[in-house]
């Protein structure tokens, strides 16, 4: 028993690794394959993993959010990973051969640690929203010791089983280069609205939305639709029980408090907004145009809002104010650098994400402000007419004006004094009050300028801040034409998001189908769905 105990257990992976490799490749010539395969597809992996399919699955994935087309993207990223991988070959093959075999074990054990890294430890990053990455202890311990055991693995294969160690590299790199291209190609694209990525960012143009018109109004009447992004209504109560006076140029409004939304996200909230459909595979986002087309019939229409929400054939179809600029080499190059940067946030060991943190914001934030005489439009609150100076121009047609502006959406980067914050930390329930402000000089300027009484104005958000990973009290607040009274009245009648798309169409002269806000009671009993939880909301949502 003694001798058992004392007995060394020996485990042999250096004979089978070896027999594994002479199967695969034999000896003298297959050997020599083997080095040739492993150098190209080691470099193909190496270069391609971090430079071009991990950059590309990012902006597949979150397309919607991406005013770039895919066209040019595609090609910059792929030359660029193709410079990387001829490089890494070119030392693969020059190197003399011990240092060869040690530069081929730290770029494996790089690749693998990066697409573990990438591929299996990116969950749960948090949202791009601007404020600074909290680094946790047990990811940074988990991090490190997979990229410990990833370098680990490659030097002692190289180290111990030189003899199978081209095999084996390889082996694995190959696979894994197959599954990334097999899922680059394979036709597994998101769908938004009617159209894929592939159509709605195609082309070699960049689609901008400008300022052209925001200042002209109707002399007739005004339909204005605005959406504060991620108002929840629970944050106005509190704006305004704190700063009472930035809604004093609120004349004629009812403030809506029992509203219940329908969805969570941006994209998904205006397309139900403006058409009033449930998003299914069968009938998917943005595949109604109705109201647009009604307005743009009505009415001189313009949309402001970012160029991919609605999408980009919405914009070209149904607003005035659409641009596109030709892309050029210096702006794709400035584009990629910063998919680049989003992809070693993604890729790179969890200590050193901060040093590749980048916000949603700065995505889109890199067109110059004149664009051939035009200006971009900016969803800043800050932004949005804060120069006092701007003349207001009038026609005789009648006009509607669709206007989103970040709200309380980050970056919140405007001070309660609606100055510009750089550091972009603004809390939300300053953000609020700003938000207030910013309306508030705006329905100031209408007033100076004669506009505001004959114009419906109605002031909404997408959806409410997450709470409970539900987002379901947005701000609700209308203003009808001619029947501006002072201060704001205030209905407890049982809304729903539901019912925004009827009065968007009964404000647009069509006779809708169903009720519309205004033929809510206050007294009604109503259940209210939110879709995204499929939850049921009962009675007065701030008893």
Same mark, same amino acid.
């Given at each position: 028993?003694?001798?058992?105990?004392?007995?060394?257990?020996?485990?042999?992976?250096?004979?089978?690794?070896?027999?594994?490799?002479?199967?695969?490749?034999?000896?003298?010539?297959?050997?020599?394959?083997?080095?040739?395969?492993? #150098?190209?597809?080691?470099?193909?992996?190496?270069?391609?993993?971090?430079?071009?399919?991990?950059?590309?699955?990012?902006?597949?994935?979150?397309?919607?959010? *991406?005013?770039?087309?895919?066209?040019?993207?595609?090609?910059?990223?792929?030359?660029?990973?193709?410079?990387? &991988?001829?490089?890494?070959?070119?030392?693969?093959?020059?190197?003399?051969?011990?240092?060869?075999?040690?530069? &081929?074990?730290?770029? @494996?054990?790089?690749?693998?640690?990066?697409?573990?890294?990438?591929?299996?430890?990116?969950?749960? *990053?948090?949202?791009?929203?601007?404020?600074?990455?909290?680094?946790?202890?047990?990811?940074?311990?988990?991090?490190?010791?997979?990229? &410990?055991?990833?370098?680990? !693995?490659?030097?002692?294969?190289?180290?111990?089983?030189?003899?199978?160690?081209?095999?084996?590299?390889?082996? /694995?790199?190959?696979?894994?280069?197959?599954?990334? !291209?097999?899922?680059?190609?394979?036709?597994?694209?998101?769908?938004?609205?009617?159209?894929?990525? +592939?159509?709605?960012?195609?082309?070699?143009?960049?689609?901008?939305?400008?300022?052209?018109?925001?200042?002209?109004?109707?002399?007739?009447?005004?339909?204005?639709?605005?959406?504060?992004?991620?108002?929840?209504? @629970?944050?106005?109560?509190?704006?305004?029980?704190?700063?009472?006076?930035?809604?004093? +140029?609120?004349?004629?409004?009812?403030?809506?408090?029992?509203?219940?939304?329908?969805?969570?996200?941006?994209?998904?909230?205006?397309?139900?907004?403006?058409?009033?459909?449930?998003?299914?595979?069968?009938?998917?986002?943005?595949?109604?145009?109705?109201?647009?087309?009604?307005? #743009?019939?009505? $009415?001189?229409?313009?949309?402001?809002?970012?160029?991919?929400?609605?999408?980009?054939?919405?914009?070209?179809?149904?607003?005035?104010?659409?641009?596109?600029?030709?892309?050029?080499?210096?702006?794709?190059?400035? %584009?990629? !650098?910063?998919?680049?940067?989003?992809?070693?946030?993604?890729?790179?060991?969890?200590?050193?994400?901060?040093?590749?943190?980048?916000?949603?914001?700065?995505?889109?934030?890199?067109?110059?402000?004149?664009?051939?005489?035009?200006?971009? $439009?900016?969803?800043?609150?800050?932004?949005? @007419?804060?120069?006092? #100076?701007?003349?207001?121009?009038?026609?005789?047609?009648? /006009?509607?004006? %669709?206007?989103?502006? #970040?709200?309380?959406?980050?970056? &919140?980067?405007?001070?309660?004094?609606?100055? %510009?914050?750089?550091?972009?930390? /603004?809390?939300?329930?300053?953000?609020?009050?700003?938000?207030?402000?910013?309306?508030?000089?705006?329905?100031? %300027?209408?007033?100076?300028?004669? $506009?505001?009484?004959?114009?419906?104005?109605? /002031?909404?958000?997408?959806?409410?801040?997450?709470?409970?990973?539900?987002?379901?009290?947005?701000?609700?607040?209308?203003?009808?034409?001619?029947?501006?009274?002072?201060?704001?009245?205030?209905?407890?009648?049982?809304?729903?998001?539901?019912?925004?798309?009827?009065?968007?169409?009964?404000? !647009?002269?069509?006779?809708?189908?169903?009720?519309?806000?205004?033929?809510?009671?206050?007294?009604?009993?109503?259940?209210?769905?939110?879709?995204?939880?499929?939850?049921?909301?009962?009675?007065?949502?701030?008893?």
């Amino acid at each position: 028993m003694k001798e058992i105990l004392n007995t060394e257990i020996r485990v042999d992976l250096k004979t089978p690794l070896k027999k594994f490799g002479q199967k695969l490749f034999g000896n003298g010539r297959g050997e020599k394959l083997a080095f040739i395969f492993r #150098n190209i597809f080691l470099s193909l992996f190496a270069a391609m993993y971090p430079l071009y399919f991990v950059p590309m699955d990012i902006f597949v994935n979150n397309a919607a959010d *991406m005013p770039y087309p895919i066209k040019s993207l595609k090609r910059y990223l792929f030359f660029i990973s193709m410079i990387v &991988c001829a490089v890494i070959l070119l030392l693969a093959f020059l190197l003399p051969k011990k240092a060869n075999g040690w530069f &081929c074990a730290a770029v @494996f054990g790089l690749s693998l640690a990066m697409y573990i890294q990438g591929t299996f430890l990116a969950a749960n *990053m948090g949202e791009l929203d601007g404020t600074k990455y909290e680094l946790t202890a047990w990811k940074i311990i988990l991090s490190v010791l997979v990229w &410990c055991a990833a370098f680990a !693995a490659a030097f002692l294969l190289f180290v111990k089983f030189r003899d199978s160690f081209n095999a084996v590299v390889l082996f /694995v790199t190959a696979a894994l280069f197959a599954v990334q !291209a097999i899922s680059a190609i394979n036709p597994q694209h998101r769908k938004w609205g009617a159209l894929n990525i +592939e159509t709605i960012t195609n082309g070699d143009v960049r689609p901008i939305i400008t300022t052209d018109d925001l200042e002209l109004y109707s002399t007739k009447r005004n339909l204005l639709v605005i959406v504060m992004d991620m108002y929840d209504s @629970f944050y106005y109560d509190e704006a305004v029980k704190t700063a009472p006076d930035s809604v004093s +140029e609120f004349d004629g409004f009812t403030y809506y408090r029992n509203t219940v939304g329908s969805y969570m996200t941006t994209y998904d909230c205006i397309s139900y907004i403006f058409s009033g459909r449930e998003i299914t595979e069968e009938q998917p986002a943005y595949s109604d145009e109705t109201f647009y087309k009604l307005v #743009n019939e009505k $009415f001189k229409a313009n949309i402001y809002s970012d160029p991919t929400v609605p999408p980009v054939y919405i914009h070209e179809k149904y607003t005035e104010n659409y641009y596109s600029k030709k892309i050029t080499f210096a702006d794709t190059r400035e %584009y990629s !650098a910063k998919i680049f940067k989003l992809a070693f946030f993604r890729c790179a060991p969890e200590p050193l994400k901060p040093l590749f943190w980048i916000s949603s914001d700065e995505m889109t934030d890199f067109d110059i402000d004149k664009l051939d005489g035009h200006t971009k $439009f900016s969803l800043s609150n800050y932004a949005f @007419f804060s120069d006092p #100076n701007t003349v207001f121009r009038s026609t005789d047609e009648e /006009v509607f004006k %669709y206007i989103h502006l #970040n709200g309380l959406h980050y970056p &919140c980067d405007t001070t309660i004094d609606l100055q %510009y914050d750089s550091s972009k930390e /603004v809390p939300e329930d300053i953000t609020a009050i700003a938000a207030n402000k910013t309306l508030n000089r705006y329905f100031a %300027y209408l007033k100076e300028n004669g $506009f505001y009484d004959n114009s419906d104005i109605l /002031v909404l958000a997408d959806h409410g801040i997450e709470q409970n990973h539900k987002k379901m009290f947005p701000l609700l607040m209308f203003k009808p034409a001619h029947q501006t009274g002072e201060g704001i009245k205030i209905s407890n009648a049982p809304i729903s998001y539901d019912d925004i798309f009827p009065t968007l169409m009964y404000l !647009a002269g069509e006779d809708p189908q169903e009720r519309t806000i205004f033929d809510i009671g206050e007294n009604e009993q109503r259940v209210r769905h939110f879709y995204p939880t499929n939850e049921d909301v009962y009675g007065n949502i701030k008893d």
